[in-house]
């Protein structure tokens, strides 16, 4: 009689302790998937929208030419410009960015690189 009073407690320790088991298993992978993300600053001429980014053009390490795309702006700097106002088109940026390596949406099994301008000034 003693024990049947005493199976909802031992029941309920039981689950108590399996959910912070878990909890604390889905914290550790969170953390595993956090990468650290190292901004690159450049200096291009904006050149306009392409397939819903941002194009710039830019000199590399090497001195050639090169055209960079950005997917997304900060939420901060679309205020301060409109990159899809032409008047934009030729002017020179300083340009910090950030690359983030996210799944395909049409392949999951595959990563794509896509950047994310954090600063813009105008030069």
């Known amino acids: 009689m003693k024990t049947l009073k005493l199976l909802p407690l031992f029941l309920v320790a039981f689950l108590f302790c399996n959910y912070t088991a878990v909890a604390q298993e889905e914290e550790e992978d969170e953390e595993d998937e956090v990468v650290e993300e190292v901004a690159t600053r450049i200096i291009g001429t904006y050149t306009g929208v392409e397939d819903g980014a941002f194009v710039f053009t830019h ?16 939420p901060l700097l679309k205020g301060m410009y409109d990159l899809s106002d ?16 996210v799944v395909d949406e049409d392949d999951e099994e595959m990563l794509t690189s896509e950047r994310t301008i954090i600063s813009l000034t105008k030069l």
Do not use: A, C, P, R
């Not at 000199?59 to 900060?74: H, Q, Y």
């Not at 032409?86 to 390596?101: A, D, P």
């Open 59 to 74: 000199e590399d390490e090497n001195g050639e030419e090169n055209t960079i795309s950005f997917e997304k702006v900060s």
């Open 86 to 101: 032409k008047k934009l088109v030729g002017k020179k940026f300083q340009i910090e960015y950030i690359t983030e390596n």
